[in-house]
């Protein structure tokens, strides 16, 4: 145990990750009993911030009913495999209440947690949970829950002819190099 989670932790090598649009889809109000809870969301993941493992997004999220969730996130990806990515991210945005979905307040928070699969080209697919809330910033703070899947496209970079789809991780877990051709 002590090992694995000192992989965990292990400094990341410089990398080729591109930026990443991510595509999700998925139910909101999971303990709440909306009428209309599909949710929708298109997000811009830029590349790593350099020498680290957080990654800013920003997105956009609309639920049935007509509500929509404007945000900036830093996310923080644990490479527990050659392939699978642990992120917990943080975010902060502007709420716009729909028919049934009120949490209280334009200005809401999102933690939440995705699981990734990384494919060779830098492709991914996911499944994330989300709290969304105000923080206690509102007169009332319902908040609400979330879960989503995704498909994560790459915006630039080895995803080119010539990439062997063989690529191995750097040494301590850290996200897979870019192949050279």
Sequence with gaps: MPLALLAL???RAAQAEPALL???AGQVGIQDSLRKPTRLGVAYRFAPIRGSRFRPAIGVAGAGGGARYSYAELRYEWWLAPRWVL???FAAGVFSEGDELRLGHELEFRSGLELA???WDHYRVGIA???LSNG???RINPGTEAIVASLSLPLAGPR???LRPSAQPSPGGSAPDAAAP
């Design 87 to 89: 992120a917990p991210s």
């Design 129 to 131: 949970g989300y709290h």
């Design 22 to 24: 991510q595509l999700s």
């Design 160 to 162: 080119r002819r010539g």
């Design 9 to 11: 932790c292990w400094p």
């Design 117 to 119: 699969w990384r494919f």
């Design 136 to 138: 206690g910033v509102g």
